[in-house]
């Protein structure tokens, strides 16, 4: 008898391949990868650390050495004198009421326009996206002086819907959303219309939850930009106890002149909601922005 010399598998039970070992390409990409995330990071950190540190510095030492980092002496002179001089708690407030008011009617008014172009099917469906489109092209100055005169006549200076409205109209938001429900099944959608539900209730009860990652996208990027808009609150607000935080320390730093330790204690309290709303959600961002459909 002669013997049959078996060469073992490598898929048999109890044998494993070995770990693919990366190659020295995807070793070189990885390496440049982290090292620009990095400077990325350093040069928007640097920034704010160092307003960080001046605005805890007392003012002679500001005033000695502007582009000092250290101080013997830590002191919270300059926010005590911010929030003396100004009305901060006032400003804190109308920021977030006009910056939640616009986030909430942005992600209704867009998820429902996203909806109507990514699910229902009319004449004309694909002209009318191509022409939404064409509105990120119009700058948004242009229509300022058209916006403010429309307002006044309507008696909103001064007010929050002055504020809110005009900053509602948002196309990223309308195609961020589209994109997400263009990768719903569209099986899903048309069981719920074969049990009756219509329209309005398709979109409430089965699209928007299962949209969450798109809505908290959304939300962020919407907060965050009406929290920054310095333009539009500026002409539209000028009784001081109506401003938003960004236009009323600008007020403040009339009132100081060119302190350095004031104005980096502002932009350090300007900061910090923001820092707040990306450090907890951070992580809807990336899925809100990546998804763009149903895994």
């Known amino acids: 008898m002669t013997a049959i010399a078996t060469r073992p598998e490598t898929g048999q039970r109890g044998t494993s391949a070995p770990p693919a070992r990366p190659r020295d390409s995807e070793r070189l990409f990885n390496r440049v990868a982290l090292g620009t995330l990095i400077a990325l990071a350093l040069l928007w950190l640097v920034p704010l650390a160092w307003a960080l540190a001046t605005s805890i510095r007392p003012a002679q030492e500001v005033v000695t050495n502007p582009t000092g980092w250290f101080t013997a002496h830590p002191t919270l002179d300059a926010y005590g004198e911010i929030f003396d001089a100004g009305k901060l708690p006032y400003w804190y407030a109308n920021s977030f009421i006009t910056s939640i008011l616009t986030t909430v009617l942005t992600v209704v008014m867009a998820s429902l326009a996203a909806f109507a172009l990514s699910q229902t099917r009319f004449r004309m469906r694909r002209a009318a996206f191509v022409m939404l489109l064409a509105g990120i092209m119009i700058p948004g100055q242009v229509l300022m002086i058209p916006q403010f005169l429309a307002l006044q006549s309507a008696g909103l200076l001064n007010t929050y819907w002055g504020v809110v409205l005009p900053q509602v109209p948002n196309v990223v938001a309308v195609f961020v959303f589209k994109q997400f429900f263009d990768g719903i099944p569209r099986e899903l959608i048309d069981a719920a219309r074969a049990d009756g539900a219509g329209w309005l209730r ?31 609150p500026l002409l539209v607000v000028t009784d001081p106890e109506m401003m938003t935080l960004p236009v009323g320390l600008t007020s403040v730093q009339d009132v100081f002149g060119v302190p350095y330790a004031q104005l980096m204690a502002s932009a350090v309290l300007g900061a910090i909601p923001l820092l707040a709303v990306f450090a907890l959600f951070q992580r809807r961002i990336v899925e809100g922005i990546a998804g763009t459909g149903l895994k």
């Open 202 to 232: 398709t979109y409430w009860q089965i699209v928007m939850p299962i949209s969450r990652p798109a809505v908290s996208a959304v939300t962020i990027f919407v907060f965050v930009g009406v929290w920054n808009n310095f333009l539009w």
